[in-house]
């Protein structure tokens, strides 16, 4: 019996067996219904009809074969007549059925009812044949004839998805389908052909028959026809837009040719902010498909493209893209943002936001025609708002300016929540972390970092880098809670590519303080010197970064107990503080600038190592403290210096008030990483039986003790332990750096007799005959790093 009997007979039946006066049978092309309709109007002797008007009503069955386009004729009225058969496609639209539906008049024929079953299959074809074909075909009737297994050329496959069915569907629905097709995971996408299913490799399969290529290749088809057509794709946009798949809306756009659709649709979609909505992967496909000319033709495409260089530490480049497009007058941020008439109120934005990675000394003359920008902008330019104080927001940090800082990054927040721009958020939020840290209190730094982290958790897309930012941060506040684990594993495994990604000043600082203090204590002085270098090497362009890499590597000398070659790198430095500044409490009261800071407390930590008794270093280190530009961090290092200048100069009483104030605030603020820097002072300080007995009366004190000592005290006990005094283990430190006996002398303020003098008990305490001995032992004792 011919297969299409078969199944002509079991509708039929199905047919036969209603009570509803009329039975809809309602599927996509492909699925044989015209077929059928001919097949049962032979069958029955009934009446088929094929154009826009609907059969007369009569006594017996009538079929009504739906034109798939076109005007249709409303239903008829159905009382006394015997049984009307439809078929239509899905998306046409039959007057009247609604309201034959609600008189429940109507029953519907699944598309699953089409399909050839395989007991049908297996009758027609015998066993071992119709088995082969229902795991061929699945019984989809476009697949089978009379012989079996239809041969259909891949082409002529693709062609009929495209056209039959793909051209069909809602805008939505294709969309979903493209995405899936992309690999993406969605929600509630319908399969493309009646009972298609996906395989265990996410191909869209009917039966054993691959869908993939053919159905990839009309959706390619289908997609490239609405783009071309300015009504169709305002659908299409609006649908990838709703699904979230805009990236590939604008990369179908590309492929087509279709570039400057693309392009509105990339300026649409925020613009050089598409970045921090749709992540690095997306932004950096959608710009790969843009031609490189169209940096020099495209605003949006130029901007774009200048901060995807930023963003990968380019700042040359981003420099270039802007003059090539803009002109070179672009290059001096000041014409820019005070040129209204010139520059739209977005470019300018966009260049107050590029001065953060630019080796640009703030004035502020800058800093006004910042917070001009904002008088040009709407209220609702949340996303520009946010921006612009973002970028101040910078500039205040690199000035010591925290109060006002903490005002910027509170309005920046604000807005980007408001904008919906969560990535936006994780900066500011990052930010305020670290501020938080430089403030000196960990617990509220950990608060902010629990909130950087789920603004980064709530991304709809991966960000590595931004990743790696988190977890530097979260391992800076678990070093200052006493916890150096997560820090060091970072520096070990994600240094490197952290370093080549988007660098800000105040993530450059914040990496190398906490970074070369942690190896260093970790480690070695060689280790946290390697560390500092490789910034070097990364940042060589950069000037205000090489200054931060040098005041840093002198603080790492100073700790492993090489003062003098400390000291002459200091001597080198281009800056105009020098030590006859440090020692000038009027100028250390005035200092602003966080270089210069930085320069000078190097070179009063070098003054209180090295000559503790000076009279006017109690003077100058309560002119630094007071300076509101100091960060909390730094100012616990001041004070404890002050303590150690106090317990050199016999007074104990002042020593010991100093530090029991020190660590109250440590305690109160979880902060022991900022003490554990100071520990070459500490341990001297904590060696007296006077001031460590009184600390332990006092419970907070007691609590940072307990903390400090799983920390380590660090090596500048080493020389007491090996039965060397203070002024002994000063000279052997400084012969060690290749000092003359003339030069110690003139440093400590004693004579040469005096020198030798210590230089002998040394050699007898360690065992040595010569000097080259001594070094070797000071080495190996660990007195020097």
């Known amino acids: 019996m011919n297969i299409r009997d078969i199944r002509t007979q079991r509708l039929l039946d199905l047919i036969e067996g209603r009570d509803e006066p009329l039975v809809l049978i309602e599927a996509m092309a492909g699925m044989g219904k015209s077929c059928l309709l001919g097949d049962l109007a032979a069958a029955k002797q009934a009446l088929l009809v094929r154009d826009s008007r609907p059969p007369e009503t009569s006594d017996r069955l009538c079929l009504w074969d739906v034109p798939s386009s076109g005007h249709v004729e409303p239903l008829p009225d159905l009382a006394g007549s ?10 046409m639209r039959l007057p009247g059925l609604d309201r034959c539906v609600a008189f429940g008049a109507v029953h519907r024929l699944s598309e699953a009812a089409l399909l050839y079953q395989t007991e049908e299959l297996v009758a027609a074809f015998g066993e071992e044949k119709g088995t082969e074909v229902v795991a061929t075909t699945g019984g989809w009737p476009l697949l089978i004839d009379a012989t079996g297994i239809r041969s259909v050329e891949p082409a002529v496959l693709t062609r009929f998805m495209a056209d039959e069915i793909l051209s069909e569907l809602p805008a939505e629905t294709l969309a979903r389908l493209a995405m899936m097709l992309a690999g993406r995971r969605v929600a509630d996408v319908e399969p493309p052909l009646p009972l298609a299913r996906l395989d265990a490799s996410g191909a869209w399969m009917i039966g054993g028959t691959a869908l993939a290529l053919p159905l990839a290749d009309a959706l390619v088809s289908e997609q490239r026809r609405r783009i071309a057509d300015p009504d169709l794709r305002t659908a299409l946009v609006e649908a990838s837009r709703k699904l ?55 605003d949006t495409v130029a901007l774009c493209r200048a901060l995807q260089a930023l963003k990968h530490g380019e700042v040359s480049l981003a420099r270039r893209l802007l003059a090539d497009r803009f002109g070179s007058e672009t290059l001096d ?24 990675y630019e080796d640009i000394p703030l004035t502020d003359e800058l800093l006004h025609v910042a917070f001009a920008i904002l008088a040009d902008l709407p209220i609702e330019a949340h996303l520009l708002r946010g921006s612009i104080y973002n970028a101040i927001l910078e500039f205040y940090l690199r000035s010591r300016r925290f109060a006002e800082a903490d005002d910027v990054a509170e309005r920046a927040l604000r807005h980007y929540r408001i904008a919906g721009a969560s990535l936006l958020a994780f900066y500011i939020s990052l930010h305020l ?21 789920r603004d980064i958790a709530s991304l709809g897309f991966d960000s590595p880098h931004d990743g790696l930012l988190l977890k530097l941060l979260k391992g800076c506040v678990g070093y200052e809670a006493g916890n150096d684990e997560a820090l060091i594993l970072f520096l070990n495994r994600d240094l490197e590519q952290f370093s080549h990604g988007e660098i800000w000043p105040t993530l450059v600082e914040f990496a190398l303080q906490y970074g070369s203090q942690a190896l260093s204590r970790r480690y070695s002085t060689i280790a946290a010197r390697s560390f500092l270098d490789r910034w070097r090497v990364y940042q060589v362009q950069n000037r205000q970064f090489q200054m931060m890499i040098d005041s840093r590597e002198v603080m790492v000398m100073q700790n492993g107990n090489r003062w003098r070659e400390a000291a002459d790198r200091l001597a080198q430095l281009p800056t105009p503080v020098t030590q006859a500044v440090a020692s000038n409490a009027r100028l250390l009261a005035r200092l602003g600038d966080r270089d210069e800071i930085a320069v000078a407390l190097c070179w009063l930590r070098h003054m209180v ?32 210096w002050s303590a150690y200048v106090f317990k050199r100069q016999r007074d104990l009483t002042r020593a010991r008030a100093q530090l029991q104030t020190t660590f109250e605030t440590a305690a109160r603020n979880g902060c022991v990483g900022s003490l554990s820097e100071e520990l070459v002072f500490l341990s001297d300080l904590l060696a007296n039986r006077r001031i460590a007995d009184f600390l332990s009366t006092v ?16 090596n500048s006990g080493l020389g007491s332990r090996n039965g060397l005094s203070r002024q ?38 360690l065992g040595c ?17």
């Open 82 to 91: 015997d049984r009307l058969v439809i078929a239509k496609r899905p998306a």
């Open 244 to 298: 979230g798949s805009v990236t590939e809306t604008i990369l179908d756009m590309q492929k087509a040719g279709e570039f400057e659709a693309a392009e509105r649709l990339l300026e649409t979609e925020h613009s050089w902010y598409y970045l921090y909505f749709h992540g690095a992967e997306a932004f950096d496909a959608v710009l790969a498909g843009f031609h490189d000319e169209a940096s020099r033709q495209s």
């Open 333 to 356: 941020p000041a014409r820019v943002l005070g040129d209204r008439k010139r520059y739209s109120v977005e470019f300018r934005s966009f260049r107050l936001v590029m001065l953060i």
């Open 433 to 453: 972390a670290i501020m938080r840290l430089m403030a000196g209190d960990a617990n509220a730094a950990g608060e902010w970092a629990d909130e950087a982290e």
């Open 609 to 640: 190592f090295e000559t503790p008794t000076r009279t006017d270093l109690v003077e100058c280190l309560a002119a630094i403290e007071a300076n509101l530009a100091l960060t909390a961090r730094q100012r616990i290092g001041v004070q404890i």
């Open 699 to 714: 419970s907070e004190a007691r609590q940072v003790l307990r903390r400090l000592r799983d920390f380590g005290l660090g």
């Open 728 to 765: 002994e283990t000063k000279v052997l430190i400084m012969v060690t750096e290749g000092a003359s006996n003339k030069f110690v002398a003139k440093m400590l303020h004693i004579s040469e007799p005096t020198v030798k003098f210590h230089l002998g008990n040394v050699y007898r305490k």
């Open 769 to 785: 005959r010569r000097r080259k001995e001594a070094i070797a032992a000071a080495r190996a004792l660990g007195l020097v790093g």
